[in-house]
């Protein structure tokens, strides 16, 4: 499979990841998502889900299986986000890996198609996800109110070098041209 191929999410959202809805998830028949934590959720400035993201989780929840995986290696930190959404979690993931996100797949009891990796950067999460043939969602970082935003420099290289790949990055946009993935 090319870099392009690799790095191309199926969706992507351009916005946080609050704007991913039951119905969207629906239409692409997802029954499960492995969600990156920091930026991804939460941003890497806190240590806690917001009221906003709890609320989250509670609608998607009942109909859709999460499980959080992170490449931090914090146990403190992922666990505290971890608990107060009431989900559970693998730290250390090491992504581009395959191997933890396999594990949380299997610990779903889901095929892995009809589960999606979602999180904020190309490099480590929708590439970890394509490599293991998941439906892969990009959002945009999570960021912290109270703080001015800041470049996410490495995303924006990560973003640079994709397009390079010949990668497409236009919102909501469902990449219909990975037959690798089918």
């Given amino acids: 499979m090319s870099w392009g191929k690799l790095l191309q999410p199926d969706l992507i959202l351009g916005d946080s990841i609050l704007s991913l809805t039951p119905d969207l998830l629906q239409q692409h028949n997802l029954r499960g998502l492995v969600l990156d934590v920091d930026e991804t959720l939460v941003p890497i400035s806190m240590a806690e889900a917001s009221p906003e993201l709890r609320q989250w ?36 993931a090491q992504k581009p ?15 892995v198609e009809q589960v999606a990796m ?3 950067r190309l490099f480590t999460d929708i590439l970890a996800g394509n490599r293991l043939g998941m439906f892969t969602i990009l959002v945009e970082p999570m960021v912290n109110p109270a703080r001015i935003p800041k470049r996410y420099v490495l995303r924006d290289v ?25």
Avoid: H
């Avoid at 890996?97 to 095929?111: E, H, I, N």
């Avoid at 909501?172 to 690798?180: A, G």
């Fill in 118 to 120: 979602v999180g904020d």
């Fill in 97 to 111: 890996s395959r191997r933890k996100l396999k594990q949380a797949v299997d610990s779903m009891g889901l095929p």
């Fill in 158 to 182: 990560e973003v640079r070098l994709s397009q390079i790949f010949g990668v497409t990055l236009s919102p909501l946009q469902q990449n219909v041209t990975n037959p690798d993935k089918s």
């Fill in 57 to 92: 989780v509670e609608q998607i929840s009942p109909t859709i299986n999460l499980w959080l995986v992170s490449n931090n290696i914090s146990q403190i930190r992922i666990r505290r986000i971890a608990q107060s959404l009431q989900l559970p979690y693998i730290l250390g």
